[in-house]
């Protein structure tokens, strides 16, 4: 079993930015492909981004290519996500996932965490 736990989130202005993490533990995540998925209050989870074991590749959503920016650390077991220029719309509770195929969806991710909430005021 993987436990994931989110941190980083919190309150910010348009155009700040914000540095989430996700700390794993049980086992490594070495072997995983992790990810990000966000939920705006009203709206279903989205994809946000995702990395590969290794971290040689990465995917993004659209809207946050050019401002999000995904890692890892696996010697850390962590993984993490900068996000610049934020904006109003990207106010969400983030969650991080992992799962051991690349091309997973959603419902297919094993592990999740119960999220961090990040608000972006105009």
């Known amino acids: 079993q993987v436990q994931l736990v989110e941190s980083g989130g919190g309150l910010v202005q348009a155009g700040a930015s914000l540095r989430l993490s996700c700390a794993a533990s049980g086992r490594t995540i070495s072997t995983y492909t992790m990810a990000w998925f966000r939920q705006a209050p009203g709206k279903e989870r989205e994809f946000v981004a995702r990395?590969?074991?290794?971290?040689?590749?990465?995917y993004y959503a659209d809207s946050m290519k050019g401002r999000f920016t995904i890692s890892r650390d696996n010697a850390k077991n962590t993984l993490y996500l900068q996000m610049n220029s934020l904006k109003p719309e990207d106010t969400a509770v983030y969650y991080c996932a992992a799962t051991e195929y690349w091309n997973s969806r959603q419902y297919e991710y094993n592990y999740w965490g119960q999220g961090t909430q990040v608000t972006v005021s105009s």
């Open positions: 990395i590969t074991w290794n971290g040689a590749s990465t």
